[in-house]
DNA sequence: TTTATTTACGCAATCGTTCCCGATAATGAT
DNA sequence: ATCATTATCGGGAACGATTGCGTAAATAAA
């Protein structure tokens, strides 16, 4: 069973035109009379005539699709920000086509050979956890691929990039934790070769350095698959309660750690935060109605959407190459809760 | 700046051969020698030949790609439909376009005549609450478009269907409340000619009836938007707690309504389950980390867009206009937690 | 040797649309 | 009345790929 659609030559045909002169009536040819124009128009109207646009991408070699990967929907972070990308694509006349890598490299570059083989005129992407060789990225970026980075950045290729300023987040988070009367702050970090793994840590270590903490590398545990293996969160934090120098607080790096640390210390029965602190990266809307309410850095995800495809229309509708790149940097907010302030101090610490 | 790709008529060139001669080379056609189409095999290789989807969906009039319209994708039930939508679909050479309606009647109308406009082969729709007209949708549908409605269902329009028992969904939930001691249900509800709505309500009514309770009609509230608009919840618990017939628990009927609850609960103070308890329709894997834990009935949601991509693909992909349509519907999960059980009342129900 | 049959390829139409050229007729200028 | 100009429209190629049909050369059958 098939849609039938209504082309220029039917038009042309009932009305004794030619489709050259239908399709210039249809966009409003000078070369054509207005009484030929308003005959076409109406019968186009009538008949509920579009163009087809796959005709119109041959013709145009181009395809008004973008493709976004990201690690996977259902993560409150990459939902708001698809819905932002969304929102910019279709009032511009894009369609979105978005694929999941599930943190997993092979399915990366399945979908980069998928995306690209379906004749994307642009791409949207923050890299999986566990990649950590660009080379199918940098190649298609040399082929000319528009594309930007959001998130997860690729600092080895030169284009657009949208993040958040990961340093600050990070930086705030453990300070606040600090303050709250932590001193023994573990981390719980997607892969090292992350950008914002690298930029969030960095916030951490500089947070304890500037408040005289030494920082112990055995308090810093990476998860290679971003959390999507909760098994993986669980011996990190075990590992955690089992050093000798057992934390009282966590710094959970990403959505997905976040709740799985949550979930971890729930199942072993660590009280948090009188036991353990616990502050995360996370965009959850339900981080309000946890056990205990979650302290929590939040990204601008809808925003960052937004502007990750304002840019990538930007380099697709450009004329002549782009050589000009930029990196925007926007800001997260600290929202503190209860997770993060064990109950002796939070007198102290609210006053 | 775009992205050039080789085409057939590169091959053809550089080989001395016609496109025709390329073009069957490459799809193994018994007229070409096995020299030649090595020759040509092996170059396509070498400068990484794709066929232009493009061209292809010119010549076959499809587009090999399925419109999705849900509700929005940040709701833990869509974007684990999503996920089934997509493995299904990827599998078979289709790409997805996802579309949200936000439960808005105008957003819907917009995406179906934009989805369509992009000449998708099919569609997967979860109408919005606020949906009360279908004619379009049965427009499309009578205009040969291959439909298939999940979850929220079009009772006139027939054509596959995927749902789930939301009637036993709904009986066996009201029936845990009441065993567990409360006598006096609300339910929250999305609109009224919802298909779902009337199930689950069907359901929690004969549930009531079964053990010789009353239903109360007015502590039914219909949430027009479907909770989208968090003031909405809002209002109808309100006037629930305000009732002269105060309720004793709460069945909610969707995702968004279960945990809008919750936060209104939670706001106005009151305590659950010992005040209220709580029971809903949800699928977001945080559940058992809310406090209190939730009850809730759980969908399944990727086996669902699974089942519905699968009667798509036979639809689009039938030679004769199906005439003999099913409707599957699947089963829920009820997943008692503490949410439900008022703990005066827990060790005589848990023994 | 002549005719019939394969083998292996090219030509051209097609999908729906746009757009470069022409071409015709009507108008204006001389 | 003749030529130049404008207004209005049609023909046909092109985008990339497929495919029915035609055909040359090579082989087999007579």
């Known amino acids: ?37 308003k005959t076409v128009l109406e019968y186009a109207q009538k008949i509920n005539y579009h163009p087809n646009p ?45 694929a999941q890598s599930r943190e997993s490299v092979d399915r990366e570059i399945i979908n980069l050979n998928y995306l690209t083989s379906r004749s994307i005129d642009g791409l949207i992407i923050s890299v999986s956890t566990e990649t950590k060789d660009f080379a199918l990225l940098k190649e298609l ?11 997860r950045i690729v600092d080895e290729i030169q284009t657009h990039k949208v993040t958040v300023d990961s340093y600050k987040g990070a930086y705030d988070a453990t300070t606040h934790l600090i303050r709250s009367g932590h001193t023994n702050i573990a981390a719980v970090a997607n892969s090292a070769f992350l950008s914002i793994t690298k930029e969030r840590l960095g916030g951490y270590r500089a947070a304890m350095n500037d408040n005289g903490i030494t920082v112990n590398e055995s308090l810093i545990k990476y998860c290679h698959h971003g959390g ?20 009282d607080a966590i710094l959970a790096i990403s959505d997905k750690l976040t709740t799985g640390c949550l979930r971890t210390l729930k199942k072993k ?44 229309l930007q380099l697709i509708e450009s004329k002549r190459p782009v050589t000009d790149f930029e990196t925007k940097t926007l800001a997260t907010e600290l929202i503190v809760r209860g997770s993060s302030v064990a109950s002796k101090t939070k007198s102290k610490i609210l006053a």
Chains 1, 2 share one sequence.
Not at 12 to 23: E, F, I
Not at 141 to 151: A, K, L, N, T
Request: hydrophobic share 45%; no cysteine; aromatic share 6%.
């Open 269 to 312: 029965g660590i009280n948090v935060p009188n036991e353990m602190g616990l502050v995360g990266f996370s965009n959850t809307d339900l981080t309000e109605l946890l056990d205990p309410p979650l302290t929590v850095i939040k990204q601008p995800a809808f925003e960052m959407g937004e502007v990750a495809t304002t840019l990538l």
């Open 54 to 98: 796959i005709a119109l991408s041959l013709k145009e070699r181009r395809s008004r699709s973008i493709g976004v990967i990201v690690a996977e929907i259902a993560n409150s972070f990459f939902s708001q920000a698809i819905n932002g990308i969304e929102s910019i694509a279709y009032n511009n006349g894009y369609n979105v086509i978005i």
């Open 228 to 247: 999507m293996i909760l098994a993986e969160v669980e011996e990190a934090v075990s590992q955690l309660l089992e050093s000798p120098q057992k934390p």
């Open 1 to 37: 069973m098939k849609f039938e659609a209504v082309t220029i030559k039917d038009i042309a045909k009932t009305l004794g035109l030619s489709t050259s002169t239908v399709s210039r009536a249809l966009r409003d040819s000078y070369e054509i009379s207005p009484e030929t124009k």
């Open 141 to 151: 970026h040399e082929r000319g691929m528009p594309i930007v980075f959001f998130d």
